[in-house]
């Protein structure tokens, strides 16, 4: 059965640290892959999401960037955290040709003090 | 274009039936429907496929009107388990490389 991980569960950052944030499938093979933030109470907002090694594409311009070294990894990134990227990320997979049902990995909860 | 939820909230006692729905203002292929419990992951409940299908799981169950882009969702005699925040997701055409987009969910919440 396929499996998603995503680590650490929570992090408290300062400002203007560096971030990185890793996920990987376990299961299955050439998964798309997803980064989404939720803030407090909102729903979610999709950032990154990749359809193989290597391709990302950005849906929100931000200081955050996303990596995919390998098939089943995918990693977020930050050079300098700001207050605002406070919230809870969850990365997820979805069969790459299918009808796209998303299995989300339990999420980091972030706090840019 | 980001699927339209309402209500935005709703209050419930247990036993009690609550109806979500979902409205996309372009044409959809499906829709799919996830829970969300407080500090947790979204949980994958059910898809609806283009066909006006509906669905069922356990005392949840799911309509998709195509015509009217629109998706429902019943809970039926709710449980206080079924607390939580309810998100749809639309994709207007098959395809793996589709971004599904999501609903600003419905907080559903079950007294005793």
């Known amino acids: 059965s396929q499996t998603i991980h995503q680590w650490p569960a929570t992090l408290v950052q300062p400002v203007g640290s560096p971030l990185s944030l890793e996920c990987t499938v376990e299961g299955t093979s050439n998964p798309n892959l997803y980064w989404y933030r939720q803030a407090a109470g909102r729903g979610l907002q999709l950032l990154f999401y990749?359809?193989?090694?290597?391709?990302i594409s950005s849906e929100v311009p931000q200081n955050l960037s996303a990596s995919r070294p390998q098939d089943r990894q995918f990693i977020l990134s930050s050079k300098k955290l700001l207050l605002s990227d406070s919230g809870f990320y969850l990365c997820a997979w979805s069969v790459r040709a299918g009808i796209n049902i998303q299995y989300f990995g339990a999420g980091t909860r972030l706090s840019v003090l | 274009q980001q699927p339209v939820q309402s209500p935005q909230a709703v209050i419930l006692r247990e036993g009690e039936d609550a109806v979500i729905n979902c409205s996309s203002s372009?044409?959809?292929?499906?829709v799919h429907w996830y829970r969300q419990k407080h500090g947790e992951a979204p949980v994958f409940l059910m898809i609806l496929l283009k066909g006006g299908e509906q669905k069922g799981h356990d005392k949840i169950s799911a309509s998709f009107n195509e015509k009217k882009q629109q998706s429902s969702l019943y809970l039926t005699a709710s449980q206080l388990s079924y607390s939580g925040t309810y998100f749809c997701g639309t994709l207007p055409t098959q395809g793996g490389s589709e971004k599904l987009v999501f609903g600003k969910g419905t907080k559903l919440t079950v007294n005793p």
């Open positions: 990749s359809v193989g090694i290597g391709q």
């Open positions: 372009k044409a959809l292929y499906s």
